[in-house]
């Protein structure tokens, strides 16, 4: 399968395999294909999860590996595979990345609570607290004087400099959109320094990488994850509390947010990536990874989707276009955070093969980006206010008008860029006779009918309802919470359709179940009337209770949710098995319980 073949490559891949290996040498081996083949699609089958492989460490240097490996033969026997893999491979070094206890976590209960007279307070309390506490054993650091040169050549971890926090379970790394919810619910706990940190390790990647990827490890490192770095940092922001710490943070903030922004833009620009399509002229993004090969950490699961698409159409077997072009899409769907999902498949059979993440223009991402560029405008325009009044930056240095000057016209530039991203929404991805978002399928011309809950991210991003009315608003609650089938016992599903895939009905996850809230408390603060208000805290209060009860029940939080009942039942679906933790989960449950506190008493 997938013989090398030369297919013509999208424009700018985040980073090239040739960097990537002499960065981080480990991955000249976890990374290599045809090492990757002979361990995973081997008959021996040693990893049920093709993850634990990809998460080992080497014993020795990358070249002596590969130069072991070279002398293998193509079917090796039982004791020469085991040989090999005994000889190459260990357990990762718990050494190098160890448990730590965040300086600003203390045993007390977050001060939102404390405050609160409510009955029955003590089942608050006690939710509450654990969920704080569980911080604890999802927070990492590395231990930086155990960062040498070997661990760049032994293990596919890329190290952070500040403590970080692992969603859980077989993700025992930092991703960067769960890190958004993460940081929300520290702030809740009154731990600030350590969502800054987290975040700050986001910094961290962008300077030295040129981008987020999709997580802190090597095999992460062509492609991103949703570029939500602004929202985050406009989240602490918010948190912050005098002007002069949030000028500050901004100062630090500003020029990686405009790299991050302009890195993305280039490998995900609609118009690069899709120049042949009609719409090419609009300002849209589409997730896009360059890559010729399976996944690393699920080769054996894309070989199989790959083998899946040759048993339904044969006369594929020799088409290694087409095989990696689905490769491509499955890279592009896990960088899209929903992997994977009927968003992604068009209007084909809801099978994983016909994977088309690339040629699908999502309202969720374009909603993101507009949001990002316009709060860009505004923190440049925030910075130049400050400068003009005080002459100087946070930390005393003089500003020129120069530099205030420089601001203001980045501002301009970036509300330019958000009007043309909201025309494009407005044109392609909204439905205004449905009050709707949707996806765009690039290669049919048309909207691709599949129902999600990122149909609703148009107005989180604040990009279609300048004309509304009091009724538009009320037609679009009315839409969410009784007419789009999403709504549940147990908070709102992804997406209507029923498939095999984690990203589909009935899957709850608890991000989408922030992003719907968030919507409708926007749209209440502009339409008192409109029952949005009301809205925002049942879906909250659906997604609560569950976790609630799963957690009184089980003792966990599942990393997504089935949302048709209210006793917290896990999600099922996709290519490894459900986990629990987890990071986002309880950031999403600490950031609604600050608002919605009697939704369990
Ligand atoms: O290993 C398979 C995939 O796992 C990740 O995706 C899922 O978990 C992430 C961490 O919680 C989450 O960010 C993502 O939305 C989930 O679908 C990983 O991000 C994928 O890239 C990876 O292929």
């Given amino acids: 399968m997938c013989e090398k073949r030369h297919v013509s490559s999208s424009p700018s891949p985040l980073m090239l395999p040739s960097r990537r290996d002499s960065l981080f040498p480990a991955a000249s081996v976890f990374c290599h294909p045809q090492l990757l083949s002979f361990v995973q699609n081997s008959p021996y089958r040693p990893f049920t ?66 405050q609160l007279q409510l009955p029955n307070r003590y089942v608050l309390d006690e939710f509450v607290m654990d969920i704080k506490k569980r911080w604890r054993m999802l927070a990492r650091s590395f231990s930086h004087h155990n960062i040498t040169e070997q661990h760049s050549l032994t293990s596919t971890l890329i190290p952070l400099p500040h403590p970080f926090f692992i969603p859980g379970g077989r993700f025992q790394e930092c991703y960067y959109w769960d890190t958004l919810w993460i940081a929300k619910g520290l702030i809740v706990c009154d731990m600030l320094q350590s969502a800054k940190d987290a975040i700050r390790n986001l910094f961290h990647l962008v300077n030295t990488l040129g981008f987020v990827p999709n997580g802190n490890r090597v095999y992460y490192l062509n492609r991103s994850q949703p570029p939500v770095l602004t929202e985050a940092v406009l989240v602490i922001f918010r948190a912050l509390g005098s002007t002069d710490e949030r000028i500050e943070w901004l100062e630090e903030a500003l020029p990686v947010l405009e790299r991050e922004l302009a890195s993305f833009e280039a490998a995900h620009a609609l118009s690069r990536v899709h120049p042949e399509t009609s719409i090419a002229h609009q300002r849209l993004d589409v997730y896009n990874v360059v890559t010729d090969h399976a996944r690393p950490e699920s080769f054996k699961e894309d070989t199989a989707t790959v083998d899946e698409m040759i048993a339904r159409a044969p006369h594929l077997s020799t088409d290694y276009h087409s095989q990696i072009d689905l490769l491509r899409h499955l890279a592009a769907g896990a960088e899209s955070g929903w992997d994977y999902s009927s968003r992604w498949f068009c209007n084909s059979d809801e099978c994983l093969a016909e994977t088309q993440a690339t040629n699908v223009v999502p309202c969720c991402l374009n909603s993101i980006l507009y949001k990002a560029e316009s709060d860009m405008a505004a923190f440049h325009m925030t910075l130049a ?217």
């Avoid at 990358?62 to 293998?72: M, Y």
Wanted: hydrophobic share 35%; with cysteine.
């Fill in 49 to 114: 999860d093709s993850k634990t492989f990809v998460d080992m460490q080497l014993t020795t240097h990358p070249h002596e590996v590969l130069a072991r490996f070279a002398e293998l033969p193509s079917q090796p026997t039982p004791e020469q595979y085991d040989q090999f893999l005994r000889w190459a491979f260990k357990q990762p070094d718990t050494q190098l990345v160890q448990h730590h206890t965040p300086l600003d976590y203390t045993d007390s209960l977050p001060s939102f609570v404390s």
């Fill in 385 to 601: 206010e400050y400068y003009k009044l005080s002459s100087q930056t946070s930390s005393g240095h003089p500003v020129t008008s120069d530099a205030i000057r420089m601001h203001i016209d980045k501002s301009k530039l970036y509300e330019t860029r958000a009007a043309k991203r909201k025309h494009a929404i407005i044109s392609v991805l909204w439905d205004s006779d449905q009050l709707f978002g949707f996806d765009y399928d690039v290669k049919e011309a048309r909207n691709t009918g599949v129902l999600s809950i990122a149909g609703i991210m148009p107005v989180w991003a604040g990009c279609v309802d300048d004309s509304w009315t009091v009724e538009h608003a009320k037609q679009f609650v009315h839409k969410i919470m009784n007419v789009s089938g999403l709504l549940h016992d147990g908070g709102v599903a992804c997406t209507s359709t029923v498939s095999k895939e984690q990203w589909d009905f009935p899957n709850c996850w608890p991000p989408l179940v922030d992003f719907a809230v968030e919507t409708l408390r926007k749209l209440a603060v502009r339409f008192p009337e409109s029952d949005a208000d009301r809205a925002a805290e049942e879906i909250a209060a659906r997604f609560l209770r569950s976790a609630y009860r799963g957690w009184q029940s089980e003792n966990v939080f599942h990393e997504k949710y089935d949302c048709r009942y209210e006793t917290g039942k896990r999600g099922e679906g996709g290519e490894y098995r459900p986990q629990t933790g987890f990071g986002w989960t309880n950031g999403t449950i600490m950031w609604l319980l600050k608002d919605y506190p009697h939704c369990l008493s």
